[in-house]
Nanobody, 118 residues
Framework: QVQLVESGGGLVQAGGSRRLSCVIS????????MRWFRRSNGKHNEMAAS???????NYASSLKGRCTISTNSAKDTLYLQLDRLTPDDTAVYYC????????????WGQGIQLTVSS
């Protein structure tokens, strides 16, 4: 059973940085894509960033240039480095991993709050 646990949220001042982490357990290395999503108050989920096992990344336009998604070498921890934070980055951040195909799955973490004060 794949499980995800996020950490690193909290309160940060505008202009600051924060690194979110997501520990992935129970995977046998068959993940096809790892993503961070975020949901602000009253808004729908936005995909913040994604990364594939071969290192291809994709970012939301609102985060390009301020955000880096990465994994550790074992690919069992997913990171999201956020820089030059603004109050608009305030959201609950969720990590998500997916395996495609008939035996595929999509697993979510519980979410973690990041609040950026002005």
């Amino acid at each position: 059973q794949v499980q995800l646990v996020e950490s690193g949220g909290g309160l940060v001042q505008a202009g600051g940085s924060r690194r979110l982490s997501c520990v992935i357990s129970g995977s046998n290395g068959d993940i096809d894509i790892m993503r961070w999503f975020r949901r602000s108050n009253g808004k729908h989920n936005e995909m913040a960033a994604s990364i594939t096992p071969d290192g291809n990344t994709n970012y939301a336009s609102s985060l390009k240039g301020r955000c880096t998604i990465s994994t550790n070498s074992a690919k069992d921890t997913l990171y999201l480095q956020l820089d030059r934070l603004t109050p608009d980055d305030t959201a609950v951040y969720y990590c998500n991993v997916q395996k495609h195909g008939l035996l595929g799955y999509s697993k979510w973490g519980q979410g973690i709050q990041l609040t950026v004060s002005s």
